[in-house]
């Protein structure tokens, strides 16, 4: 940790802004998830431990409306894992930039999350990816598990969630990570167009996240630009 406060990131105005932001977002998203879950009628600890010990939005709100709809645990787990399985290959692409020690790797594994992962390698040397993966990974962290436990202690008073449409205040960060990547790399064009048609062709016929999957297999049109 020490060695992110030497690194020049922490000057990048720029990056520690869209960290901020996307912190923003997700404390936004967590307060709503921690009171779908609480006024559905699942107990305050429910979404506050799946939260810490989970760490993964979409796995999480998939894995609670399951259960709210009268579906068993093993079914909203096994649905976590695979909305989840993506990750695997995030960890592959930023297995280098963790660090070092078992301790660390457990702890950055952890962390793993589509916005960590954007933000990591975005950044053009590996000073600069380490450290902007343990800043926006620990600042999601903490936020999203605050808001989780904000949204969970006020449950229904909040009312209907869906009206306020937060749902789409993620997406339309993670769209905003990415835009410059994909202005400047035809070859990233390429995978990115070709995934999501592939997802949007898909979505009326498959369980939800199983179409963030199958995008993955846009990277198959990528060619060095």
Sequence with gaps: MRSLLRTPVIDDQALLR????????????????????????????????????VYAGSAQFSAVGILLAGGGPFAAAVTGLLLNTRT??????????LGR??????????????????????QPDMARRRAAFWISGLGLYAVWNVCVLGG????????DTDAYGLDAAFPAVLVSLVLPTL???????????????????????????????LALTGLLARRPS
């Design 18 to 53: 869209d960290v901020a932001l996307v912190c923003l977002a997700g404390g936004v998203v967590g307060v709503s998830f921690g009171a779908i879950a609480v006024a559905g009628g699942l107990p305050v600890w429910v979404p506050v431990v799946m939260s810490l010990v």
């Design 88 to 97: 695997a290959a995030y960890s592959l692409a930023v297995a280098d930039v």
């Design 101 to 122: 020690g078992r301790v660390t790797r457990l702890l950055g594994a952890h962390l793993v999350t589509d916005e960590t992962v954007a933000f990591a390698l975005a």
């Design 152 to 159: 969970a202690l006020a449950g229904s008073a909040l009312g």
């Design 183 to 213: 202005r400047e790399d035809a070859g990233v064009r390429r995978a990115a167009l070709a995934g999501a048609a592939l997802a949007l062709t898909v979505t009326p016929f498959v369980p939800p996240g199983v179409p963030v999957l």
